[in-house]
Every structure is written in C-alpha cells, then in structure tokens.
C-alpha cells in the first residue's frame, strides 16, 4: 500500500470495506440467519435453499436491467459518483434493516436482503469503472489483486466481531440470543462499509468521461443502442464478455450458495463460520499472487488456471460428506476466488476505451448480474429436483467448462484499436 497513489489507496479501501458485506450478508452469517427462520416456519431445507437461490436471481436481474444504460449516462461528467453514491447509500441502509426486522419475519428478511443485493451491485458497477481513473494500465494487474486481497484481509476483522458474539451467545457466555448476535454483525457490517467508504467518496474523481449534453438520459440510452449494435466489432472484448459470464456465474454461486450447502451437508453452523474465517485468510495472499503471476505469464493464463481449479472443486463437492472434506473444498476456493475476480475486473478495463468506461462496465456488469441468475436456479433446481445438494454443486461444472473454451478463443490482445472507438 505504501507504494500507491492516494487515489488508488482509496479504491482499495472500498474493497476493505464492501467485502464485510460479502462475507457477512452474502456468504457466512445471513445465510444462516435466514436459513434458520425459514426453518423455524416450517420450510424444508431443500426448499428454502430454493428460495434462497431465487432471491438473488431475482434481485440480479434488477440491476441487471439498470445496469448498461446507468453505465451509459454515467460515461458524461459527473453523473459517475452520483450513481455510485446513490447505490451505496441504498445498500448500506438497507443492511441496517437487517439488524432490526425481527428473525421470526423470514419473507421481509429476504426482500430486505434483495435490496440489499442491488445496492451492492449497483455500487459495484461504478467502483469497478473507475479502475482506469485512478490508475495506469500497467498496474492494473497489481491495484485490482490489492483490492480484492485487502477485501479479504479488512473481511475478517468486522467477521471475527459478528462470530465473537455469536459464539458467546451460543455458549451463553453473553446474555444474548444468537439471533441478537446476528443481528448485531449486520449492524456492524453496515457500520463498518459505510466508513471506509469516505476515502473513496473524498478522493476519487471521474478522470476519463464525456462532456455534459442537454438531455444526458435520453442521450444515455442512445449511447446505450449504439454500443450495443456496435459491441461485435470488438471481438476480443465480446469474447470475454462471453466466457466470462459463464464461469464467473459458477465463482459467484459457489460463493452466494456456500453457506446454505454446508448447512444442508449437516455441518453445523460454528464449524461453517469458522471455516468461511480460514477462507477469508487463505485467500488474500492468493489474489496477490495470481495479480503477480499474470504480470510474468499473462492475465489470460492465469484465469485459465483458476477455472480449472474450479472444475476441480465442483467434480470434488459431489462426493462430499464431512466437514474435512468441507475444510479441502474451502480451500481450493480460498487459492483461485479473489484471483479470478481481479484478473477479470483489471483485463476487461484494459481493453475498454478509457472514455467509455462507465458505458463498457455497464456491459461487464450485465453479463456479471445476469450470469448470477443462472447458477443459483441451476443449482436451486438441481438440487430440489435431486434432493442432493452434492449434485445441485456438480452441475455448476458446464458453467466452467464452456466459459474456460470460450476463453481461449480470445485474442491475444489487451487493446481496442482507437479506430474502432464508439463515436459519441
């Protein structure tokens, strides 16, 4: 860190800071949460993994939706951080609610949470986009892994709180409930994204962008049909865009739906944080490595290593039974999650022209948010129709096998001639 702008300190804080919601609400404690209250009003548990599935489609293909055309309006001067703080006020608002809806309403708990999923994704789009303002491409291989590695590092710390007084509670070693303690971890979370956010609202501006026009709405969404018209001339970029919605749909639900499978596994719920803490750890210093690695072997080949290691876990997650099998499958994850997430985050703006950035990260996004609806349903499904979790977890595996083909049919190249820029 003592190597980087102050610009590029405070985007990366803001991955210190969003990732508490990751592990909390999206992956470690919630999941519980809600999986106990749905429990509690007589769901089965193939069942309310189901509907855990279908909320976070759900929720996805909202913002899908927004996603390109905000990217588009939000290519003009100033509209980048607006967006960005309006989503981020949405989600964090929302995480609150989480703290004080009470555990017996399972259904608003889960609309809550959907909300929640938009805000966060919304912010994520823009966030994302101000990569090329606040860094050179040469270093985006490196600032993009430091994001996601002091994501997992800053996780840990509001996590090991919210586990802190869960356990205590379990143990009654505190005179709480376990669903207060819960409660309190989602207080936090919102606390503790909201703050080192400032950074980030404070010192990162809209560097690369397109002057204000009367009606930027309207004239967003006609950037936002050209665009599309013209994105197959750009091969390399449509390519990705295209494997990557495939593999990073089985990342992403490997990631929403982990916490749910191990409960259904039997694995009890101290035994799930624990390992989802020793997840967090691991993984730092491996998104560190494969940002490393890509700049001596290429970017391209280390996403290919992570996607193998990712069929690896999914053939390994159907013959799962105990929890040390379990602790392995956390494992694998923990060595290629945040590397796969940054290399593509820091490719993807490499071949994006600087000037439309916002407009592109639309696109990335709504290939992220509308991949993401596919795997939990695939999973949610598989899983219902089977009555074996192990099986819902193994079909994620053609996901990964038609994203790692397509991938290497992407040329090798890192840059979109000037030529072909987008006119505005």
Not at 73 to 77: G, L, Q, Y
């Given at each position: 860190m003592s190597r980087m702008t102050k610009q590029e300190k405070s985007w990366v804080l803001f991955d210190w800071a969003n990732s508490a919601y990751s592990i909390i609400i999206?992956?470690?404690?919630?999941?519980?949460?809600?999986?106990a209250a749905a429990n509690q009003a007589g769901l089965a548990a193939a069942t309310s993994t189901a509907y855990w599935g279908y909320a976070n489609s759900f929720a996805t293909l909202l913002i899908s939706i927004c996603a390109p055309v905000l990217g588009s309006?939000?290519?003009?001067?100033g509209f980048k951080k607006r967006f960005f703080t309006f989503f981020f006020a949405l989600g964090i608002i929302f995480?609150?609610?989480?703290?004080?809806?009470?555990?017996n309403q399972w259904l608003i708990l889960l609309i809550c949470y959907m909300v929640t999923v938009i805000g966060f994704g919304g912010t994520n789009i823009f966030y994302d986009a101000f990569l090329v303002d606040v860094t050179t491409e040469e270093r985006m291989n490196q600032v993009s892994s430091k994001g996601y590695a002091m994501g997992y590092i800053g996780s840990t710390i509001p996590f090991i709180i919210g586990i802190a007084f869960i356990i205590l509670a379990q143990q009654e070693i505190l005179p709480l409930s376990v669903s207060v303690a819960s409660q309190i971890s989602f207080a936090i979370t919102a606390l503790w994204w909201g703050l080192f956010t400032i950074p980030m609202l404070r010192n990162v501006n809209q560097i690369y962008y397109k002057e204000r026009v009367p009606n930027p709405i309207r004239n967003g969404f006609k950037q936002f049909f050209g665009t599309f018209s013209k994105i197959k001339l750009y091969r390399p970029l449509f390519l990705f865009l295209l494997a990557y919605f495939f593999y990073i749909?089985?990342?992403?639900?490997?990631?929403t739906m982990s916490t749910t499978y191990g409960a259904d596994l039997g694995i009890d719920s101290q035994s799930l944080l624990i390992i989802l803490f020793a997840t967090q750890v691991v993984a730092a210093p491996f998104a560190v490595l494969y940002g490393k690695l890509a700049d001596k072997f290429n970017a391209k080949t280390m996403l290919l290593v992570g996607i193998f290691v990712y069929i690896v876990i999914c053939?390994?997650?159907y013959f799962l039974k105990t929890t040390l099998d379990f602790w392995i499958l956390a494992m694998l994850v923990a060595s290629s999650q945040g590397g796969i997430q940054a290399l593509s985050r820091s490719y993807f703006a490499k071949l994006v022209p600087k000037e439309h950035a916002n407009e592109f990260f639309g696109f990335y996004s709504i290939f992220y948010k509308f991949a993401a609806i596919l795997g939990?349903?695939?999973?949610?499904?598989?899983?219902?129709?089977t009555g074996n979790t192990n099986s819902g977890v193994f079909s994620l595996v053609v996901l990964f096998i038609i994203g790692g083909l397509i991938l290497l049919r992407v040329p090798e190249t890192t840059?979109?001639?000037k030529s072909n820029s987008i006119s505005q």
């Open positions: 999206t992956t470690a404690v919630f999941p519980l949460y809600f999986k309006i939000a290519d003009f001067k995480t609150f609610l989480l703290a004080v809806v009470p555990s749909d089985g990342v992403n639900t490997i990631i053939t390994y997650a939990p349903s695939l999973m949610g499904f598989t899983a219902y129709v840059n979109i001639s």
